[in-house]
């Protein structure tokens, strides 16, 4: 691949194009201590900056170092020395750590406390009753698109997207109810024969 003296435009890059170190120098952007700082996505909590390489994503540091032959081992993590930027993934800046040693690194720059925060929001997220429906509206629903009432009026009085409305209709939001005949098992299989 010959370059001719022009900078690539990273939003043409495809996304399994890195090969060299030079795509990856070509993806960051050098700071006054040497570092080459990371442009693109990371990965959440822990700010490691990531990529596809080989059809599979990991993280920018690891290729970076699989690219000089210094390929990561399994268990263990790559991380940038003290006093580098936090997304520097200049090769000859990186170190090797074990996962205790990562832990341990983890919590010394705050992603552990960052992370467990996170987790703790998502799940007072989830515990809270964010339904605006419910079995009987859904059916009210049913019934009035059913009748011909306008949707987007439905989707108005009840808090809902249009497009909620649809599904509601179709049944693929709050399916409609099954009607069980029996309580066993015996008495199900009996009526699919059409006796009780």
């Known amino acids: ?6 900078k690539r435009d990273p939003r043409t890059f495809r996304a399994d194009g890195i090969r060299t170190l030079t795509d990856i120098r070509d993806r960051c952007t050098v700071d006054p201590a040497g570092c080459w700082v990371w442009k693109f996505s990371v990965v959440p909590g822990t700010k490691a900056p990531q990529t596809r390489y080989k059809g599979r ?8 170092l699989e690219l000089i032959g210094k390929p990561v081992q ?4 790559a991380v940038c020395k003290p006093g580098c930027h936090e997304l520097c993934v ?50 009210a629903i049913r019934h009035r698109v059913e009748a011909g009432e306008d949707r987007g009026a ?43």
């Open 1 to 6: 691949m010959t370059t001719t003296g022009k």
């Open 74 to 77: 399994k268990g263990f993590f």
């Open 90 to 139: 200049h090769p000859y800046h990186l170190l090797t750590l074990s996962g205790p040693d990562f832990r341990r690194h983890l919590a010394s720059i705050g992603a552990i406390e960052n992370a467990m925060h996170q987790a703790a929001r998502t799940a007072c997220v989830r515990a809270r009753d964010t339904t605006k429906l419910t079995r009987d509206g859904a059916e």
């Open 57 to 64: 994503i990991t993280t920018a540091r690891r290729v970076a």
């Open 154 to 196: 439905l989707a108005t009085e009840f808090g809902v997207s249009r497009n909620h409305i649809n599904r509601v209709a179709r049944g693929v939001n709050w399916a409609p109810a099954q009607e069980v005949r029996g309580s066993s098992v015996f008495a199900w299989c009996g009526s699919m024969g059409g006796e009780q």
